[in-house]
């Protein structure tokens, strides 16, 4: 299998410009870059050695890091993404399209640059035979953007997979993503026009994400829905000292560090602690 990640980098002064000709204002926290994509990386071949080829996907060259290994293979927006959709600085319009990515495997791995593994995995954790291993939740309600796109995702996966509408929609973990490729193109062959219906430049409530490739999975029989070991932090919610005894002694394979709007004195104090316990 091979693993996909996006990233972007919020501090690079030409993706700044070209956020600020299409956006007129500065980019929002959520932009910001931790400066541990080669510690993810690293992470990823040490925990996960089944993985074969790391494709990075990237909006411009001036966003990719320097000292990034060089078996890591760069994707540009404009080599999978339509121009009509460029510049984007939605991630759910570039989950969209990753399966377009040249010489992709079957079974791919779609990582977001916050989420890191600490422990050794095994292929087993993410696909058994046909089916790949995730948990799913069932929700009635949308409050909050996020939500919202979970719920319009579950709606297409319906519609992609034949499934009658319903009131509730599934969800599956935030965390690592296992994928099959010839799933993507199965729901983008049965319900393409109405993901490029909902495809906008920065993110808004009619969005769909990545789940929708995950739901179809789930209503096609081809989902073990059992938990994936992942332990999601958010940093509003935690203190520096925290993390770093969590990090110390990890109880799950994965970690999702989700980032907050906080001052930049308290942000150095997370990177700090995140890097030391990623490099050991």
């Known amino acids: 299998m091979d693993a996909v990640i996006t990233y972007v980098n919020g501090a690079d002064p030409a993706w700044q410009a070209l956020y600020a000709a299409h956006n007129g204002q500065e980019p929002a926290k959520r932009f910001r870059d931790w400066g541990l994509l080669p510690l993810q990386i690293a992470a990823i071949r040490r925990y996960l050695p089944f993985v074969e080829k790391i494709f990075l996907v990237v909006s411009l060259p001036s966003q990719v890091p320097a000292g990034l290994p060089a078996d890591v293979e760069v994707v540009l927006h404009k080599e999978i993404i339509p121009a009509r959709y460029l510049p984007t600085f939605n991630s759910t319009a570039i989950e969209m399209f990753l399966h377009r990515i040249p010489g992709l495997d079957s079974r791919f791995l779609y990582i977001n640059d916050d989420c890191i593994p600490v422990m050794p995995c095994a292929e087993s954790d993410f696909f058994m035979g046909n089916k790949i291993v995730k948990g799913f939740s069932k929700h009635l309600f949308s409050f909050g953007q996020y939500k919202k796109h979970c719920r319009n995702s579950d709606r297409l996966a319906r519609k992609a997979a034949r499934r009658l509408p319903w009131m509730v929609y599934v969800r599956p973990q935030h965390t690592a993503s296992p994928m099959f490729l010839d799933a993507c193109e199965a729901v983008w062959s049965r319900v393409g026009s109405r993901i490029e219906a909902t495809i906008t430049p920065d993110r808004e409530d009619c969005n769909v994400n990545q789940n929708i490739f995950q739901d179809y999975l789930y209503y096609k029989g081809r989902v073990v829905n059992l938990r994936m070991s992942n332990k999601h932090i958010s940093l509003g919610a935690t203190s520096p000292r925290k993390l770093a005894r969590y990090l110390a ?19 150095d104090a997370f990177r700090k602690v995140i890097s030391e316990a990623l490099s050991v």
């Open 249 to 267: 002694n990890p109880t799950e394979k994965w970690v999702c560090i989700n980032d907050v709007e906080m001052p930049e004195k308290r942000a």
